[in-house]
């Protein structure tokens, strides 16, 4: 993820743009998954408890 430097532009409002970007793209939760390698038996197991809870709660109204 790159941003190019607008002429007259602070390096607050840059790093804005930045961060905006990455949090458009989701690169941050990706990241966070890649840290450590996670089996795909334990990847399915989360999953289907991720499942289970949310048919578990309350239906919105």
């Known amino acids: 993820m790159s941003v190019e430097l607008r002429p007259g532009e602070s390096q ?21 998954q890649k ?13 289907r408890q991720k499942a289970i809870r949310k048919s578990q709660r309350p239906p919105r109204e």
């Open 35 to 47: 840290r450590w390698f996670t089996p795909k038996s334990e990847v399915r197991r989360i999953k």
């Open 12 to 32: 607050d409002s840059i790093l804005k743009r930045f961060r905006k970007s990455v949090a458009e793209a989701r690169i941050l939760p990706i990241v966070r």
